[in-house]
């Protein structure tokens, strides 16, 4: 009973999650770079909304206003990132968790997906523990949205090859629609439409060999219509929410070729696949970012992709042709500059001009590596007799390494010990640590397992004590690059301490300026990167916490008006309007209450008074309510990015929103005391959330009702056996 609970992958890759990321789980140390500085205030944001019972549309913290619900990369419509961030209110450890359930989540996914190709139970295990701690993973763990996404790709891939086999198309087909949501909700977008071409490809194979082509797509019409027509229902608001922000930023849009070749996985990164920790150093052999370089998927796999390569029934196996030939195209691309095949899809490929970091097609080769492994592992494992060709491969691939350690002994380009090392500096010691001196330190290792290798090909014959040898192998790996890739130096402690979050929700805007809000507001150690979304500070720093900038508040924030603007509070009357075409520097220089506006805007402006006057009275995600009082007509400036979904009411009655300064929402005030209200409220993305929720739901009850249905099937049939049995 007890080994079969431990090799339950619903319990088993949660365990291994847990064990390998040991200083991420027991909360020693956090996550590092982008994971804090990006990821993890977006969340809070997007809690503090949801705990505001308020849609996460606008958060006011963000380069003075961001629209949340438009950002690729926020989650704001990821229904997982709700729950979250509902139940915890998105402390640190509840991040930590997301992404450790991220980890699990994609070893059981590619668990389940090699059960479905007919795998037993312990190659299905060693490849999903593979995919679980592959290079690409462990080196992509701040990246918090390429972590979600190696969660849901699995199972993407799993319930389409159900679809495409008509194994309850239904079911299936809406398992797949809303694994697909997710990942277009939460993932990386340049993952969703690299799948996106997988899932075609996927396709096209099995359509060239199906023998009745015709009968084929007809049984798939109903199923692809069903998983179009419930993601796009999902998806909705946030399919909306995307495609109308692009308007409004500078990413996402066609880039050029150079931007787009940005980042690749140079050909000398082949080399982790057998010592990912000699990638990790600063040497110029490898010449990319050091996060873009590992493809590291365990020795047994490796020999195993090598053996399924040399092994004629295996390559002549249609899905194993498959698997290779995909890979290898993917590696192509991950190569970038250094292959044409990134070019050639840049020119020719609908949004593969969208995005760079070609390093990021290494994630979906290395996925097909696997899948090739998978097969090889399995055809082994059905075998009671020795395989000869698998015992050359093995001792030929452990002479190669042997070899190549010899030479860099031999050869070393640098001291084969760091001046001045410590033991007690771990962390900084093996930053020190150069390219031969990692391997090195890797290479008994490699050789150890190797060796254990071969002792369980021809003695033991057991896919257990693989498997063992795997998760040691695959543990061994990640202890040696998580102090790089995946922790940073501060502990969790002190990062949460840094962190700071006191403020509740939306607290009211002191009576300090923009300027001064901003002040020491980029964080000086490099934890967070700004500190204003933390301490609920409206403001702007140099420090671009988020990927999809608005163009027009970066147009304003390398203007010339940027530093008399900012000396502003969050909202003020302007003393002096000028016309964009008539702008008088000596003018700028005199006052700071100034607003700008491009020729032809129909506006009023009296002199002010010592009686005008401005409160602030609520402040939320997407509400900003302020008393004012004003002797003469006047225009009322709010220092929050103009988009489309503003709203202003002055006094109950929706009045007429102006861009003012570049980037910000003017309004006109008339004599006397108001009550004015500035809503963000995009009414079609509200309603579209309102038809997700309710297609949410909709799903919800089917699966549920299908699940209890086929229970009670395999009850009842269970029942009938035990009675026929005992008759």
Request: aromatic residues 16%; contains cysteine; glycine residues 6%.
């Amino acid at each position: 009973m007890f080994k079969k609970i431990i090799s339950n992958p619903f319990f088993l890759f949660p365990l291994l999650t847990c064990i390998f990321f040991w200083p991420i789980s027991l909360q020693l140390f956090t996550f590092k770079n982008d994971a804090l500085t990006y990821y993890y205030p977006v969340r809070t944001l997007i809690s503090d909304a949801l705990n505001n019972h308020e849609l996460p549309l606008w958060t006011p913290f963000i380069n003075m206003g961001y629209p949340l619900h438009a950002d690729m990369q926020s989650g704001a419509w990821n229904p997982i990132i709700w729950i979250i961030g509902l139940l915890t209110n998105y402390n640190l450890a509840a991040f930590h968790y997301e992404l450790l359930f991220y980890l699990a989540l994609g070893g059981i996914g590619f668990y389940l997906l090699g059960r479905d190709y007919g795998w037993n139970k312990y190659t299905a295990l060693i490849i999903g523990a593979a995919y679980e701690f592959s290079g690409p993973i462990i080196d992509s763990t701040q990246f918090t949205t390429c972590i979600s996404s190696a969660g849901y790709i699995p199972f993407i891939f799993l319930f389409f090859r159900r679809v495409l086999h008509h194994q309850q198309p239904p079911i299936n087909a809406l398992l797949m629609a809303f694994f697909l949501y997710l990942l277009f909700t939460g993932g990386y977008p340049a993952f969703f439409i690299i799948t996106i071409y997988l899932l075609l490809s996927f396709f096209l194979a099995a359509f060239f060999s199906s023998a009745h082509k015709i009968q084929f797509l007809k049984k798939l019409l109903l199923p692809a219509g069903l998983i179009a027509g419930v993601f796009i229902l999902l998806s909705l608001p946030a399919i909306i929410s995307f495609v109308h922000h692009l308007q409004f930023i500078d990413r996402g849009k066609n880039q050029s070729l150079n931007f787009v070749l940005e980042n690749p996985m140079t050909p000398s990164c082949m080399f982790s696949l057998i010592s990912p920790f000699s990638t990790t150093a600063a040497s110029p052999f490898f010449n990319t970012n050091i996060l873009m370089r590992s493809i590291y998927m365990g020795l047994v796999p490796l020999v195993f992709l090598i053996y399924a390569m040399s092994n004629r029934s295996l390559r002549n196996n249609k899905s194993v042709r498959f698997f290779l030939i995909t890979a290898l195209i993917l590696f192509g691309l991950a190569w970038g500059g250094h292959f044409f095949l990134r070019q050639l899809a840049y020119y020719i490929l609908p949004l593969m001009n969208t995005f760079r970091h070609p390093a990021l097609f290494r994630f979906f080769g290395v996925i097909f590596f696997l899948l090739a492994a998978g097969f090889s592992i399995n055809e082994w494992g059905k075998k009671n007799k020795p395989n000869d060709l698998l015992a050359k491969i093995i001792p030929v691939t452990g002479i190669i390494i042997l070899l190549t350690g010899a030479f860099i002994i031999f050869f070393p380009a640098d001291p084969l010990l760091p001046a001045n090392y410590s033991l007690s500096g771990l962390k900084t010691l093996i930053a020190q640590l150069g390219f031969q001196q990692r391997f090195l330190i890797q290479l008994p290792f490699v050789i150890a397992t190797l060796c254990f290798f071969y002792f369980i090909v021809y003695k033991k014959k057991s896919l257990f004590y693989m498997l063992l040898l795997s998760i040691t192998d695959l543990f061994f790996a990640t202890q040696l690059n998580i102090p790089i890739t995946v922790i940073g130096a501060r502990t969790f402690a002190a990062t949460e301490l840094h962190i700071n979050r006191n403020p509740v929700k939306f607290p009211l805007p002191g009576n300090t300026t923009i300027e001064q809000n901003a002040l020491h507001s980029i964080d000086t150690t490099n934890t967070i990167g700004s500190v204003l979304p933390f301490e609920k500070r409206i403001g702007r720093n140099d420090y671009y916490i988020t990927p999809g900038n608005l163009s027009l508040q970066d147009s304003f924030y390398e203007s010339a008006i940027r530093e008399q603007v900012l000396k502003n509070r969050l909202v003020y009357f302007a003393d002096t309007v000028l016309s964009a075409g008539n702008m008088v520097n000596t003018k700028l220089l005199t006052t700071r209450s100034f607003a700008i506006f491009t020729p032809g805007v129909i506006y009023v402006n009296g002199p002010a008074s010592k009686k005008d006057s401005i409160t602030i009275k609520k402040l939320s995600a997407n509400t900003i309510e302020c008393s004012a009082e004003a002797s003469n007509p006047r225009l009322l400036i709010l220092l929050q990015n103009v988009y489309p979904g503003w709203k202003v009411f002055i006094d109950g009655k929706e009045g007429h929103i102006f861009t003012v300064n570049t980037s910000f929402i003017g309004v006109n005030i008339a004599p006397g005391k108001h009550i004015v209200v500035f809503k963000y409220h995009p009414t079609l993305i509200i309603y579209a959330w309102y038809i997700s929720l309710f297609t949410l739901l909709l799903t919800g009850i089917f699966l549920l009702r299908n699940i209890f249905q086929h229970s009670s099937l395999s009850t009842e049939h269970h029942q009938r056996n035990t009675e026929g049995q005992s008759g």
